[in-house]
């Protein structure tokens, strides 16, 4: 079955950095995008970034644009999210996401890991 499972959240200093992993698996890593959203406290659920099957194409919100980078390793299948200069505004929990899509039957989400930045 499909598994997310996220890790690499933590407290970080404003200013500071953070590199998120999403371990996945259940499916054939290669052929799926995967994207990063977060939810902040008392706040809804905001898209941050996703990649391409192939890692050939990214997108961020303009939210992080120029300060965090996604990333994908095929052999490890993990995606990473480089956070950098990271500011209060980015505290919330992170949840990597493989949306629904050929042979996947509905959108998978994992268990969120918390990013708080605060000095």
């Known amino acids: 079955q499909v598994q997310l499972v996220e890790s690499g959240g933590g407290l970080a200093q404003p200013g500071g950095s953070l590199r998120l992993s999403c371990v996945a698996s259940?499916?054939?890593?290669?052929?799926?995008?995967i994207g990063w959203a977060r939810q902040a406290p008392g706040k809804g659920l905001e898209w941050v970034s996703a990649?391409?099957?192939?890692?050939?194409?990214?997108g961020y919100a303009d939210s992080v644009k120029g300060r965090f980078t996604i990333s994908r390793d095929a052999a490890k299948t993990i995606v990473y999210l480089q956070m950098n200069n990271l500011q209060p505004e980015d505290t919330a929990v992170y949840y990597c996401?493989?949306?629904?899509?050929?042979?996947?039957?509905?959108?998978?989400w994992g268990q969120g890991t918390q990013v708080t930045v605060s000095s």
């Open positions: 996401k493989l949306p629904k899509g050929t042979n996947i039957d509905a959108d998978y």
């Open positions: 259940g499916f054939t890593f290669s052929s799926y995008g």
């Open positions: 990649i391409y099957s192939d890692g050939s194409d990214t």
